[in-house]
Antibody, heavy 117, light 111 residues
Framework: EVQLVESGGGLVQPGGSLRLSCAAS????????MAWVRQAPGKGLEWVAN????????AYVGSVKGRFTISRDNAKESLYLQMNSLRDEDTGFYYC???????????WGQGTLVTVS | QSALTQPASVSGSPGQSITISCTGT?????????VSWYQQHPGKAPKVMMY???NRPSGVSNRFSGSKSGNTASLTISGLQAEDEADYYC???????????FGTGTKVTVL
C-alpha cells in the first residue's frame, strides 16, 4: 500500500522558515505529480502547491507565491516544501498527497503540524 | 482564492439518502470533469471518495455516487450509515488560476 510520511513541522516565529519533507514508498515516486494541502485548526482544506514528475513544473496558491517552494528528489523518493516568511495564517496541518495530474489526490499522508506564533 | 460553495451541514437518518452540492463557476466545476470528493473523519487525513465527477475509487462503497449539472456538482450518499458521519469536501481544477481549489466543506450528521 502507498505510504506517505510527512515530517519537519513544529513551532516557528512569524517571519521564520521551516522545511517540510514527505517520504514516499510502495509506488514509483518518479511517475507521479505530488502536492501539498493544508488545513488550519478547525477549518477547511486548502490546496497549497503541486509539482510534476521531474520537477520542471510547479504551481502555487496565491497566498504562498514567492514565500513557499515545492521541490522533489526522485532518487530519495521525497517531496519537500520550503516555507519562508511564515505568517500566523500559515498555521495548520500540512498534508502530502499523490496528485493524479490536476485531477484528484488519491493518497494522503497523516500530516505534520506547523504552528506560527 | 475563493473556495467552491458547499452547504455547511447536511443531516439524515440511517438508511436515508442525502445529497451534498458543490457550486463553482465555468472556470472550474462547470468547465471540466476534474471534480473530486473527499471524506475526512475527525483527526484523520482526507480520503478520496469520487473522482472525475462520478468515478468511485476501488474500495469505496457503491452507496456513494456523483453527478454534475452546469456549475454545480453533487455527491449523494444512499443508505446512510453511522460511519458516513464526517466532513466532506469537493475539489476541482480551476483554469483561471491554474490551481486546484477545494469546497468550503460539509459536515454530514447521521441522526
Amino acid at each position: 500500500e502507498v505510504q506517505l510520511v510527512e515530517s519537519g513541522g513544529g513551532l516557528v516565529q512569524p517571519g521564520g522558515s521551516l522545511r517540510l519533507s514527505c517520504a514516499a514508498s510502495e509506488f514509483t515516486f518518479s511517475n507521479y505529480w505530488m502536492a501539498w494541502v493544508r488545513q488550519a485548526p478547525g477549518k477547511g482544506l486548502e490546496w497549497v502547491a503541486n509539482i510534476n514528475q521531474d520537477g520542471s513544473a510547479t504551481a502555487y496558491v496565491g497566498s504562498v507565491k514567492g514565500r513557499f517552494t515545492i521541490s522533489r528528489d526522485n532518487a530519495k523518493e521525497s517531496l519537500y516544501l520550503q516555507m519562508n516568511s511564515l505568517r500566523d495564517e500559515d498555521t495548520g496541518f500540512y498534508y502530502c498527497a499523490r496528485d493524479r495530474g490536476w485531477n484528484y489526490l488519491d493518497w494522503w499522508g497523516q500530516g505534520t503540524l506547523v504552528t506560527v506564533s | 482564492q475563493s473556495a467552491l460553495t458547499q452547504p455547511a451541514s447536511v443531516s439524515g437518518s440511517p438508511g436515508q439518502s442525502i445529497t451534498i452540492s458543490c457550486t463553482g463557476t465555468s472556470s472550474d466545476v462547470g468547465g471540466y470533469n476534474y471534480v473530486s470528493w473527499y471524506q475526512q473523519h475527525p483527526g484523520k487525513a482526507p480520503k478520496v471518495m469520487m473522482y472525475e465527477v462520478y468515478n468511485r475509487p476501488s474500495g469505496v462503497s457503491n452507496r456513494f455516487s456523483g453527478s454534475k449539472s452546469g456549475n454545480t456538482a453533487s455527491l449523494t450518499i444512499s443508505g446512510l450509515q453511522a460511519e458516513d458521519e464526517a466532513d466532506y469536501y469537493c475539489s476541482s481544477y480551476r483554469s483561471s488560476t491554474n490551481t486546484h481549489v477545494f469546497g468550503t466543506g460539509t459536515k454530514v450528521t447521521v441522526l
